[in-house]
């Protein structure tokens, strides 16, 4: 079993900067791909990122690429979201989620492809 616990969210102004942290625990050498997403409000989960531990591949939705950042800390059990240059249209309940297999072909965008998630964490960001 795997829990992941998000931290990090809070309010920001538009154009700032957050970042999230997921820390893992518990069986996590089984865990092979890790993956942010988002639910806005009235509006269904969507991708964000994701990774694979060990990797050299991340994989961004296209609203994000080039102002979000994944990146992972192996020994710490963590993973990371840096987003910069943050627009009012980014706020969101952000969650992480885990996987034992290698999420390959797209299957990383999908919600269902993950078997564990963290409760989320909410940012916002005001005009």
């Known amino acids: 079993q795997v829990q992941v616990v998000e931290s990090g969210g809070g309010l920001v102004q538009a154009g700032g900067s957050l970042r999230l942290s997921c820390a893992a625990s518990?069986?996590?050498?089984?865990?092979?791909?890790l993956g942010w997403f988002r639910q806005a409000p009235g509006k269904e989960r969507e991708f964000v990122a994701a990774?694979?531990?060990?990797?050299?591949?991340?994989y961004y939705a296209d609203s994000v690429k080039d102002r979000f950042t994944i990146s992972g800390d192996n020994a710490k059990g963590t993973v990371y979201l840096q987003m910069n240059s943050l627009k009012p249209e980014d706020t969101a309940v952000y969650y992480c989620a885990a996987d034992p297999t290698r999420l390959t072909g797209g299957r990383y965008m999908t919600p269902r492809e993950y078997e564990y998630w963290g409760q989320g964490i909410l940012v916002t960001v005001s005009l």
């Open positions: 990774l694979t531990w060990g990797g050299p591949d991340s």
């Open positions: 518990g069986d996590t050498f089984s865990v092979y791909s």
